[in-house]
């Protein structure tokens, strides 16, 4: 049947018979086709026409079945697609019945859904699938929402997927979710997805439900988005590899449940959360992971309230930048964090679980970068090797440096509340702009400094120092140990480094005073004389 002009008003439809192998095709190409009641399209008979097949083209127009559902796949194969005009439904039931397959593609035009697209809507047995595929135009399903996986109990499972490469999808509510073994799945790789309400990935009795983005942007922000399968096998796992991520408060395996789980991974692309991200639950049993390999992870909002919470699970930082307002780990040995590689900003942080908090591996380059604020550590703080920490805020706890510690941003004061311990591999940078205060880095020791390895001094923002310019570097209360290597700008021989490391009781204690050589004068003389020159050549 074929419609390209006029008004086509159908009651009760189906498109592809009970007859074994039937094939049954609407096409509307302009005009109007509204369905008044049912439209069945791939509706075989459950003994007799399990093949048969339906499809629904639509080019141009309008096709309305507003009254009842569409069912794209019931003990056969349903297809609908939707290139021009509009097509405005109900609701849409993708794969209803055993061995079904329904599927909806959206390639041009608007598709609206009044109510819900329920996708690998398994009713009775399982075997059935749905899929939904989105290479352009507009989707949109504000009023309900959007089911991927939809397991009618025990034993019954239908499998559900939906990939948007391009176009628009505007829905309310998003749940890939299944039962008795089904597995939906949601895939953006391109174009915009956004879901106006709660967006939840999970199952039970295992069933796997995820969340792949890839490209283009998945937007979440107006409700909460939670990664959560309970019991058995099941799974629930969000993947970032490229692409953009909008989210508000998102819940990883920690949905108040006993055993629930849930993974989200950030392998590329950037996925901003807004609101809290919270690992795991408190209660027993509940476990999330976070694992972020590349591309960037931001939990941060305009008022700086956002939160990165490890409360019973991992968080596996082995690449990447993740940029939090504050960041949580208090929960005991519960609270798991493995900072393998990559770079964390942070501008609080508060960690209690019974280790040192380690900064890289050994191997691996790794930054722990402090943004303000102040960072507690109950059990202390390691710097590795190939790792560093930079920044400004204060640090309360010990810190073991064997690696490179930065304070400011070029430049700024960092404050330890604890003892600070240098190794023979340690380089300590330092940075001079002038010489008030907050021009040249800082590094305020409220206990004991144990100096030792490198320290490395550099000028920046063109900065010249004259004779007789006083830098106090350190602060502390108590010192001991000292430098076996210190770069300084000019050499060393043109400074006074005898107040560097001295008592705290030394009025001068900390400081570094540049008191060049006769060479040096004439040399910065020269260059001064020769700058002044050429300042005055210019025109």
Request: aromatic letters at 6%; a negative charge.
């Amino acid at each position: 049947m074929t419609v390209s002009n006029g008004l086509a008003l159908l009651n009760r439809t189906s498109v592809g018979g009970t007859v074994d192998g039937s094939l049954g095709r609407l096409t509307v190409a302009g005009g109007t086709n509204q369905v008044l009641g049912e439209l069945l399209v791939g509706y075989g008979d459950p003994d007799y026409g399990k093949n048969a097949t339906g499809m629904v083209l639509v080019t141009g127009g309008q096709f309305i079945a507003t009254n009842d559902t569409t069912y794209l796949g019931t003990y056969g194969d349903g297809r609908m697609t939707v290139s021009n005009g509009l097509a405005l439904l109900k609701d849409i039931s993708l794969g209803r019945e055993y061995g079904s397959h329904g599927s909806l593609t959206v390639a041009g035009g608007t598709n609206q859904v009044l109510g819900y697209l329920l996708v690998g809507d398994s009713a009775d047995n399982s075997g059935s699938s749905g899929r939904v595929l989105v290479t352009g135009g507009q989707l949109i399903a504000t009023n309900g929402g959007i089911l991927l996986s939809v397991g009618g109990g025990a034993g019954i499972a239908g499998n559900g997927q939906m990939t948007v490469s391009n176009g628009l999808v505007l829905v309310r509510d998003t749940t890939v979710f299944g039962a008795g073994g089904s597995v939906g799945s949601l895939t953006v790789a391109g174009g915009t997805n956004q879901i106006l309400g709660s967006l939840s990935v999970g199952g039970v009795d295992g069933s796997g439900a995820s969340v792949l983005v890839t490209g283009g942007q998945l937007i979440v922000t107006n409700d909460s988005t939670f990664v959560n399968a309970y019991g058995g096998d099941a799974s629930a796992q969000m993947t970032v590899s490229n692409g953009l991520v909008l989210l508000k408060d998102t819940y990883v395996g920690s949905y108040g449940f006993e055993a629930t789980r849930g993974s989200l991974t950030v392998a590329g692309g950037t996925n901003q959360i807004g609101g809290s991200l919270v690992v795991g639950h408190l209660f027993s049993g509940a476990t999330g992971i976070v694992t972020v390999t590349g591309g960037n992870l931001l939990v941060t909002n305009a008022t700086g309230t956002a939160s990165l919470d490890v409360r019973r699970g991992t968080l596996a930082l082995n690449g990447g930048v993740v940029t939090v307002d504050n960041f949580y780990a208090t929960n005991g040995a519960s609270s798991v964090v493995n900072f393998n590689g990559g770079t964390l900003n942070t501008a609080g942080s508060t960690v209690s679980n019974g280790v040192p908090f380690r900064i890289g591996n050994g191997t691996d380059a790794a930054t722990l970068n402090l943004v303000g604020g102040t960072h507690s550590f109950a059990d202390g703080l390691i710097v590795t090797n190939n790792a560093q920490i930079t920044g400004i805020g204060t640090i309360v706890g010990d810190l073991a440096n064997p690696g490179t510690l930065a304070p400011g941003h070029s430049a700024g004061t960092m404050t330890i509340a604890g003892r600070l311990i240098l190794f023979t591999t340690s380089v300590l940078e330092m940075e001079l702009s002038g010489t008030n205060a907050g021009a040249y880095d800082q590094l305020v020791v409220n206990g004991e400094l144990i100096a030792a390895g490198a320290l490395d001094v550099a000028l920046i923002d063109g900065y010249t120092p004259n004779a007789g310019d006083l830098f106090r570097l350190f602060d502390y209360d108590t010192v001991s140990g000292g430098f076996a290597q210190m770069n300084l700008p000019y050499g060393l021989a043109n400074w006074n480094t005898s107040h560097l490391l001295a008592p705290s009781s030394d009025p001068l204690s900390g400081s570094l005073i540049f008191i060049p050589e006769p060479d040096t004068c004439a040399l910065l003389l020269a260059a001064l004389g020769g700058l002044l020159v050429r300042r005055r050549r210019r025109p």
